[in-house]
């Protein structure tokens, strides 16, 4: 449940989830560190500053971890959270 909150909370930051499963790890290794690298550039931060975004990154590992935690919830949290979902 931990992780259901966290995620809920993470509203506005930045994550790699959208990589597909099975990506060797070599290649999400480059990925992550490319996302991070343009997510430290000045001018892209002051762009964001100026839209008035916040950036808050979310580290790829972190992000597993999460995801992790929401799908081992019990069948009945999942049924419970249904409402929550636009997919019917």
């Known amino acids: 449940?931990?992780?259901?909150?966290?995620?809920?909370?993470?509203?506005?930051?930045?994550?790699?989830?959208?990589?597909?499963?099975?990506?060797?790890?070599?290649?999400?290794?480059?990925?992550?560190?490319?996302?991070?690298?343009?997510?430290?550039?000045?001018?892209f931060l002051a762009q964001a500053n100026r839209l008035k975004l916040d950036i808050n990154h979310v580290s790829g590992e972190e992000s597993e971890k999460w995801v992790s935690e929401v799908l081992s919830i019990s069948s009945r949290m999942k049924e419970d959270l249904k409402y929550l979902s636009p997919v019917k």
């Open 1 to 43: 449940m931990a992780g259901l909150r966290r995620l809920l909370k993470s509203e506005g930051q930045t994550d790699e989830s959208w990589f597909a499963p099975g990506t060797p790890k070599e290649r999400l290794a480059v990925l992550r560190r490319a996302f991070k690298a343009a997510l430290d550039d000045s001018d």
